[in-house]
């Protein structure tokens, strides 16, 4: 036994050939992950504190659909603790690339070519359209949403809010209108599992039509008709959309 392979483990002297190669490949996955989920950390905490440090151009950024809106500050460290979730939930957006790349590569050896080519364009896809649907929320719904409630009372009461329940608002709002728009990703992973076909899809708009309302009426914040129309309208075409892509794919 040469001293080559040998380690030494407290008092004990330890044979590395003696190990076995599965638990010599658990410790490196372990060790993989452990280092990958460092950096993701890394990566949150660091982008966190960028936003923290332009917090008020960032405020600013969340304040603009809010015209002729006055903000108040109803209780001591209101603003400051808005301004932390604030750069929080920026931060997560700025390093969620970062994250999910640093997931892919951790998962990328374990997977077949044919696995590849299908999860590589679905990743880019759902990141894509998650920023789209951050900026449909973003120039659409938000404003329109606004607009509404700004008008609605505007012979009655003056629009003063707080700050942080404004932003508690709009953070929802953007969010989960950005995961809302995974449907077409949703679709094509029942596709390719033959699961449903897209011509069940195309065929089961009206059943869609119903729950595309419904579920804007759930993900909206608001109550006002003009954002859950808007709302609808998106999901229906992001769903006739990927029935559509389905449809390409099973012809392919």
């Known amino acids: 036994m040469s001293t080559s392979n040998l380690n030494f483990v407290g008092p004990n002297l330890i044979d590395l050939e003696d190990i076995p190669s599965d638990e010599m490949a658990l410790s490196e996955h372990i060790e993989e992950f452990s280092q ?19 917090i008020k151009q ?29 750069a929080a939930f920026t931060g997560l957006l700025v390093s969620s690339p970062i994250i999910l790349y640093q997931v892919f590569l951790y998962i990328l050896p374990g997977m077949t070519k044919k696995e590849r080519d299908i999860l590589l364009p679905m990743t880019l896809g759902s990141g894509v359209l998650f920023g789209i649907g951050l900026s449909f929320s973003y120039f659409f719904l938000v404003p329109a949403a606004l607009r509404f409630f700004i008008s609605y009372g505007a012979e009655v009461v003056e629009p003063f809010w707080s700050f942080d329940q404004y932003f508690d608002f709009v953070a929802v709002l953007i ?37 595309a309302t419904t579920l804007a009426a ?35």
């Open 36 to 54: 990958r989920l460092i950096f993701c950390v890394s990566a949150l905490i660091t982008t966190t504190l960028v936003c923290f440090a332009n």
């Open 218 to 252: 759930i993900i909206t914040p608001s109550t006002d008709p003009i954002t859950q129309i808007l709302m609808t309208s998106a999901l229906l075409m992001l769903y006739l959309g990927g029935a559509g892509v389905v449809l390409l794919l099973e012809k392919t």
């Open 175 to 211: 969010f989960t209108t950005g995961l809302s728009f995974q449907v077409p990703i949703v679709q094509i992973v029942l596709g390719l599992l033959g699961i449903i076909s897209g011509q069940r899809m195309i065929s089961a708009w009206k059943y869609v039509v119903v729950i």
């Open 58 to 86: 960032i405020v600013k950024l969340f304040q603009a659909p809010a015209l002729g809106v006055k903000f108040l500050q109803f209780a001591p460290g209101e603003y400051f603790f808005a301004a932390l979730k604030i």
